[in-house]
Nanobody, 123 residues
Framework: QVQLVQSGGGSVQDGGSLTLSCAAS????????MGWFRQPPGKEREFVAT????????DYADSVKGRFTISRDRRKNTVALQMKSLKPEDTAVYYC????????????????WGQGTQVTVSS
C-alpha cells in the first residue's frame, strides 16, 4: 500500500518560515516527479511546486517563486518544501504528491497524495 505521510506545518507570523516534509512508502518514487499543492480556505486546490525525478529541475507557482524551495531525497523517498517570507495569503492546507502523468500543474495528473497539513500565517 502506497502512503505519503506529511509532517511539519503549523502557525506562524507574517514573514516567518516553515518546512513541510513528506515521506513516501510502499513503492519507490526515484524515477517520478514529486510536488506540492495547496488549498486555501474556500478555494480550489492549486499548484505550488514540483521537482523532477533527478531533483535537478524544479518549477514553482508565481505566487511562491523566490520564497519557497522544493527538494527531495531519492534514497529516502522523501520530498520537502521550505517556505520563507510567509504571507497570510499562504494560509492553506498543503498536500504533497507523487507520480504525475501529464500537466503537473493540474491536480488530476497526480496519482498519489499525502493527507494534508494546515499552514496558517497570521498578520
Amino acid at each position: 500500500q502506497v502512503q505519503l505521510v506529511q509532517s511539519g506545518g503549523g502557525s506562524v507570523q507574517d514573514g516567518g518560515s516553515l518546512t513541510l516534509s513528506c515521506a513516501a512508502s510502499g513503492r519507490p518514487f526515484s524515477t517520478n516527479p514529486m510536488g506540492w499543492f495547496r488549498q486555501p480556505p474556500g478555494k480550489e486546490r492549486e499548484f505550488v511546486a514540483t521537482i523532477d525525478w533527478s531533483g535537478s529541475i524544479t518549477d514553482y507557482a508565481d505566487s511562491v517563486k523566490g520564497r519557497f524551495t522544493i527538494s527531495r531525497d531519492r534514497r529516502k523517498n522523501t520530498v520537502a518544501l521550505q517556505m520563507k517570507s510567509l504571507k497570510p495569503e499562504d494560509t492553506a492546507v498543503y498536500y504533497c504528491n507523487a507520480d504525475s502523468s501529464g500537466d503537473y500543474r493540474v491536480s488530476s495528473s497526480w496519482r498519489y497524495w499525502g493527507q494534508g497539513t494546515q499552514v496558517t500565517v497570521s498578520s
